[in-house]
């Protein structure tokens, strides 16, 4: 069976997700970094942290580019900036990697930044040290 903290951070996953969609779309991409704040400040335990902050921030940067894929040629975008940054124009995944890994990193360091001033606001005791 399931439990209610599997189920709690699946639907952390997808309104985080949901969240940086949104505004993402928007040009807001600075919001990445307020949802693993909230990811580092509402879980304990540095494992969940940072499989959340990763799948969160992973999936809500990568599932826009799929989307966009559809209908957009992306593809012809990635490989035009990857020649511009010196991969070569038939290197557009890089740009795509690039990408992706940004929000993972963006994320995760907002978790850990979460997950320090949680610990100001609930200071281990002395006989965890």
């Known amino acids: 069976m399931v439990s209610s903290r599997t189920w709690a951070g699946l639907a952390a ?16 991409w600075w919001a990445t970094a307020v949802v693993g704040g909230v990811i580092g400040l ?11 902050s990763v799948l ?13 894929a559809r209908t957009v040629s992306v593809g012809e975008a990635s490989s035009v900036l990857a020649g511009m940054m010196g991969f070569g124009v038939t290197d557009g995944w890089v740009v795509w990697l690039l990408t992706i890994l940004f929000g993972v ?10 997950s320090a001033i949680r610990g100001l606001w609930y200071p281990a005791r002395r006989s965890e040290y």
């Open 13 to 28: 996953v997808v309104v985080g997700v949901a969240v940086m969609w949104i505004t993402n779309h928007v040009g807001a």
């Open 56 to 68: 969160t921030g992973g999936l809500g940067w990568v599932l826009p580019l799929l989307w966009q």
């Open 105 to 114: 990193l963006l994320c995760a360091a907002a978790a850990w930044l979460g």
């Open 42 to 52: 509402g879980w304990r335990g540095a494992g969940t942290k940072i499989v959340l």
